[in-house]
């Protein structure tokens, strides 16, 4: 006999189908009045010989709104709209062209496509961002779309290599970690989410200049490439790139989800299985590269990286979980602490930015004399 929660996930995709086809009908003479957009996310590889991993969206979908500090309750909501009713197209062709080399992929049925490329061996030493253009074989803008009309759709983008110098690489939850979300409270992270934009977001305190720091290593000639995962959809990935670059957050690979009505999205479980895939992509491709990981103790982080340990022996470096959850919480993040001792990797239950930037300190992950940069970044932020 089939569970409860077997019928809400087969009711919720029927609802999901149900909803895609009415609007379908609804709206599908409106449609061709919008032009195509490429959505590409920061690609990412490690050091030659590797593979590069390249990741998108091909939408029907109007120019969002830029973001103002003085945006209304209305025009945030409004921006939120449009970010989650943009029209997928799939079972288009993709042309994706990095490194004098052009390969293809197909967009699925929710419009994303991923393809690997191989970069050469003898790329520029020091460089770290390459250019790629995606294109979609044979379609123009349409004649009726007020932008570009019976033009070729692409887009320009980079993607990310990792340097053979990098010492180790950083990977970081977001909400709760970089960014005040509230993610225990469903309420509290809707508003946040659906009604906030880029510049009304607030992040914890002194996360830039600590981020900063561990992209320089102890060496400031070193580049140490952070990756940022989250189990946030796709469809927040241009507020997230916003809010980085306003807050001075260094730019890195960001890893999200795809949006769906099932419980699985919600669900713990999703959670904990999307993160550790996106970690063992990253790791993966940069497999002679150690990492700090860095969560919070709100959701999983803390048992998804034990487990990152346990799967990885030799390549973790620390781990940093900011504290922001009850005393009962914690001491379960304590025994897990305690798990992560035996393989000799420090996991530390932090208050602050502070604290985790003195113990990265110790460790040689961060030249001690950013120490100061980021008290004053986090006195500032607090003030804000």
């Given at each position: 006999?089939?569970?409860?929660?077997d019928?809400?996930?087969?009711a919720?995709t029927?609802?999901?189908?149900?909803f895609?086809?009415?609007?379908?009908?609804?709206?599908?003479r409106?449609?061709?009045?919008?032009?195509?957009r490429i959505?590409?996310?920061?690609?990412?590889?490690?050091?030659?010989p590797?593979e590069?991993?390249?990741?998108?969206?091909?939408?029907r979908?109007?120019?969002?709104s830029?973001?103002?500090?003085?945006?209304t309750f209305?025009q945030?909501?409004?921006?939120?709209?449009?970010?989650?009713?943009?029209?997928?197209?799939?079972?288009?062709?993709?042309?994706?062209?990095a490194?004098?080399?052009?390969?293809?992929?197909?967009?699925d049925k929710?419009g994303?496509f991923?393809?690997?490329?191989h970069p050469?061996?003898?790329?520029?030493?020091?460089?770290?961002?390459f250019?790629?253009r995606?294109?979609?074989?044979?379609?123009n803008q349409?004649?009726?779309?007020?932008?570009?009309?019976?033009?070729?759709?692409?887009?320009?983008?980079?993607?990310?290599i990792?340097?053979?110098?990098?010492?180790?690489?950083?990977?970081?939850?977001?909400?709760?970690?970089?960014?005040?979300?509230?993610?225990?409270?469903?309420?509290?992270t809707?508003?946040?989410t659906f009604?906030?934009?880029?510049?009304t977001?607030?992040p914890?305190?002194?996360?830039a200049a600590?981020?900063?720091?561990?992209?320089?290593?102890?060496?400031t000639?070193?580049?140490?490439p952070?990756?940022?995962?989250?189990?946030?959809?796709?469809?927040l990935y241009d507020?997230?790139?916003?809010?980085?670059r306003?807050?001075?957050?260094?730019?890195?690979?960001?890893?999200?989800r795809?949006f769906?009505l099932?419980?699985?999205?919600?669900?713990s479980?999703?959670?904990?299985t999307?993160?550790l895939?996106?970690?063992?992509k990253?790791m993966?491709?940069?497999?002679?590269?150690p990492?700090?990981?860095?969560g919070?103790?709100?959701q999983?982080?803390?048992?998804?990286?034990?487990?990152?340990?346990?799967?990885?022996?030799?390549?973790?470096r620390a781990i940093?979980?900011?504290?922001v959850?009850?005393?009962?919480?914690?001491?379960?993040v304590?025994?897990?602490?305690r798990?992560?001792e035996?393989?000799n990797?420090?996991?530390?239950?932090?208050?602050d930015?502070?604290?985790?930037?003195e113990?990265?300190?110790t460790?040689?992950?961060?030249?001690?004399?950013?120490i100061p940069?980021?008290?004053?970044?986090?006195?500032?932020?607090n003030?804000s």
């Amino acid at each position: 006999m089939p569970s409860w929660k077997d019928f809400l996930v087969n009711a919720s995709t029927d609802v999901e189908t149900q909803f895609d086809r009415l609007k379908n009908r609804l709206f599908s003479r409106l449609d061709v009045e919008k032009p195509y957009r490429i959505i590409y996310y920061r690609g990412f590889g490690g050091p030659a010989p590797g593979e590069v991993w390249l990741k998108g969206r091909v939408l029907r979908q109007r120019d969002l709104s830029t973001p103002s500090d003085r945006d209304t309750f209305w025009q945030n909501l409004l921006a939120t709209y449009q970010r989650f009713e943009s029209d997928k197209v799939p079972g288009v062709t993709v042309r994706v062209e990095a490194f004098g080399q052009v390969y293809t992929t197909v967009t699925d049925k929710e419009g994303y496509f991923e393809v690997t490329v191989h970069p050469p061996t003898d790329l520029a030493p020091g460089r770290v961002w390459f250019p790629v253009r995606y294109s979609l074989d044979g379609i123009n803008q349409p004649a009726a779309s007020e932008v570009d009309a019976n033009q070729p759709v692409f887009k320009d983008g980079y993607l990310m290599i990792s340097p053979s110098f990098s010492q180790f690489g950083v990977i970081s939850d977001i909400d709760d970690t970089v960014l005040v979300t509230d993610a225990t409270n469903l309420l509290q992270t809707a508003r946040l989410t659906f009604l906030g934009n880029a510049y009304t977001r607030l992040p914890f305190a002194g996360i830039a200049a600590f981020y900063r720091a561990l992209q320089s290593g102890p060496v400031t000639t070193l580049f140490n490439p952070i990756y940022f995962v989250s189990s946030s959809p796709w469809n927040l990935y241009d507020l997230l790139v916003d809010f980085f670059r306003i807050q001075g957050i260094p730019k890195g690979p960001i890893l999200l989800r795809d949006f769906s009505l099932s419980p699985d999205f919600l669900s713990s479980e999703g959670h904990h299985t999307h993160k550790l895939a996106m970690i063992r992509k990253v790791m993966d491709v940069n497999p002679e590269l150690p990492f700090v990981l860095i969560g919070d103790s709100g959701q999983q982080d803390p048992e998804i990286y034990a487990q990152v340990v346990r799967d990885n022996p030799g390549r973790i470096r620390a781990i940093y979980i900011r504290d922001v959850t009850e005393d009962r919480r914690d001491e379960a993040v304590r025994e897990l602490i305690r798990t992560t001792e035996a393989y000799n990797v420090p996991m530390l239950l932090v208050s602050d930015t502070v604290a985790a930037a003195e113990h990265a300190a110790t460790l040689g992950l961060i030249d001690p004399d950013t120490i100061p940069e980021i008290r004053a970044d986090r006195r500032a932020d607090n003030e804000s």
